[in-house]
């Protein structure tokens, strides 16, 4: 007898409806901060977002999205040509010099990554002469340094000097880390000014001014600054369990690593492994990582819900990349059946999505 095909379930209008809303949300966020509806296809805090907006692009070039759609994305000032305007970039560009005082965008920049490849666009059409004049002259103004020399660009001292100042205010000491994401330029030079004063190349003056901010010339970081790191990322997160790839402080990961692997040598004095079990340290860490608590996990989802008005978490989520595999993996155990009803209501009083199915789709 002929087997009747089985098709997949289609999900549901009502849960197309609700997907939409989400992403529209997202969207509307992302506009509130940034003053457009550009999301880069890669971007960072959400990819699932840039995929989405997208397939909008792509579905109305092929007439597959809905008149009412289109208007309420027109409404809120959506771009349906993929290339990113010139006025638009001017402005993402005079927003980067309000917060970092320059306009030297690196060419991988996180929260905007089209932005630096942009610059670097704009600077080869000046060296090849196809860049208009008035467009220059736009750039010019701004302050866009045209030249890149072999080491970089040439920031001057003052604008080091403002750059690294902030980076004290907000941390509190000046060992900006070599791969600091924020302003990888900055960790490079700080790098540098080490080595040229080891190798008798900094002028006296120059010493005397870090000197005053409290520069460790030494490349080592302390005992107390570690541990000072260490408090300022359990006051952010809630523990101390640093992820081994920590982009804002690429260090403070490695170094994590290295005082368990010196107690389990039994080379880590007692006063310091004392230190570190005041704030919580967790000194095992298991073949999957270090276990988290349930309710900590939720704290960490509410928090992220908070900032970014949903519980879809990237499973590459930088910040807290065990967070991310943690929401991937609740999707397989309750498809598998192994997650308990209590964590189900706890998750679904948060709102959280439970299908993948949609989360690209600008339909659903």
């Given at each position: 007898?002929?087997?009747k095909?089985?098709?997949?379930?289609?999900?549901?209008?009502?849960?197309?409806?609700?997907?939409?809303?989400?992403?529209?949300?997202?969207?509307?966020?992302?506009?509130?901060?940034?003053?457009?509806?550009?999301?880069?296809?890669?971007?960072?805090?959400?990819?699932?977002?840039g995929?989405?907006?997208?397939?909008?692009?792509?579905?109305?070039?092929?007439?597959?999205?809905?008149?009412?759609?289109?208007?309420?994305?027109?409404?809120?000032?959506?771009?349906?040509?993929r290339?990113?305007?010139?006025?638009?970039?001017?402005h993402?560009?005079?927003a980067?010099?309000?917060?970092?005082?320059?306009?030297?965008?690196?060419?991988?920049?996180?929260?905007?990554?089209?932005?630096?490849?942009?610059?670097?666009?704009?600077?080869?059409?000046?060296?090849?002469?196809?860049?208009?004049?008035?467009?220059?002259?736009?750039?010019?103004?701004?302050?866009?340094?045209?030249?890149?020399?072999?080491?970089?660009?040439?920031?001057?001292?003052?604008?080091?000097i403002?750059?690294?100042?902030?980076?004290k205010?907000?941390?509190?000491?000046?060992?900006?880390?070599y791969?600091?994401?924020?302003?990888?330029?900055?960790?490079?030079?700080?790098?540098?000014?080490?080595?040229?004063?080891?190798?008798?190349?900094?002028?006296?003056?120059?010493?005397?001014?870090?000197?005053?901010?409290?520069?460790?010339?030494?490349?080592?970081?302390?005992?107390?600054?570690?541990?000072?790191?260490?408090?300022?990322?359990?006051?952010?997160?809630?523990?101390?369990?640093?992820?081994f790839?920590?982009?804002?402080?690429?260090?403070?990961?490695?170094?994590?690593?290295?005082?368990?692997?010196?107690?389990?040598?039994?080379?880590?004095?007692?006063?310091?492994?004392?230190?570190?079990?005041?704030?919580?340290?967790?000194?095992?860490?298991?073949?999957?990582?270090?276990?988290?608590?349930?309710?900590?996990r939720?704290?960490?989802?509410?928090?992220?819900?908070?900032?970014?008005?949903?519980?879809?978490?990237?499973?590459?989520?930088?910040?807290?990349?065990?967070?991310?595999?943690?929401?991937?993996?609740?999707?397989?155990?309750?498809?598998?059946?192994?997650?308990?009803?209590?964590?189900?209501?706890?998750?679904?009083?948060?709102?959280?999505?439970?299908?993948?199915?949609?989360?690209?789709?600008?339909?659903?």
């Amino acid at each position: 007898m002929k087997q009747k095909q089985q098709h997949p379930k289609q999900p549901s209008s009502l849960s197309r409806q609700s997907s939409w809303e989400q992403r529209f949300k997202e969207l509307k966020a992302f506009k509130k901060k940034y003053g457009h509806c550009n999301v880069s296809s890669d971007y960072p805090p959400n990819p699932a977002l840039g995929k989405w907006v997208s397939n909008l692009r792509q579905r109305k070039k092929h007439g597959k999205l809905a008149d009412d759609r289109i208007l309420t994305l027109d409404a809120l000032g959506f771009c349906w040509d993929r290339q990113t305007t010139w006025k638009q970039c001017i402005h993402d560009l005079k927003a980067f010099k309000k917060e970092h005082g320059h306009c030297d965008v690196p060419n991988r920049y996180p929260p905007n990554p089209f932005l630096g490849r942009w610059i670097r666009t704009v600077r080869h059409a000046k060296k090849q002469g196809t860049l208009a004049k008035d467009k220059f002259l736009i750039l010019d103004t701004l302050g866009l340094c045209w030249v890149i020399k072999p080491h970089g660009i040439q920031v001057p001292w003052k604008q080091r000097i403002h750059d690294l100042k902030a980076f004290k205010k907000i941390h509190r000491h000046c060992n900006v880390p070599y791969e600091y994401q924020p302003n990888p330029a900055l960790g490079c030079w700080v790098s540098n000014l080490r080595k040229r004063k080891k190798r008798g190349e900094l002028a006296e003056d120059i010493i005397l001014v870090l000197d005053g901010l409290g520069f460790c010339w030494v490349r080592k970081a302390t005992w107390r600054q570690r541990i000072h790191d260490l408090k300022a990322f359990k006051k952010k997160h809630g523990h101390c369990m640093v992820p081994f790839r920590y982009p804002p402080n690429p260090f403070l990961g490695r170094w994590v690593k290295f005082v368990r692997n010196a107690k389990n040598q039994g080379i880590l004095t007692e006063d310091k492994v004392l230190s570190l079990d005041a704030l919580g340290f967790s000194w095992v860490v298991k073949p999957h990582g270090i276990p988290v608590p349930w309710k900590q996990r939720i704290n960490y989802l509410k928090a992220f819900k908070k900032e970014y008005g949903h519980c879809n978490v990237p499973r590459r989520y930088q910040p807290n990349l065990a967070l991310g595999k943690w929401v991937s993996n609740l999707r397989q155990r309750k498809k598998r059946g192994k997650l308990t009803e209590d964590k189900i209501l706890n998750l679904d009083a948060l709102g959280f999505c439970w299908s993948r199915l949609g989360m690209g789709d600008p339909n659903s």
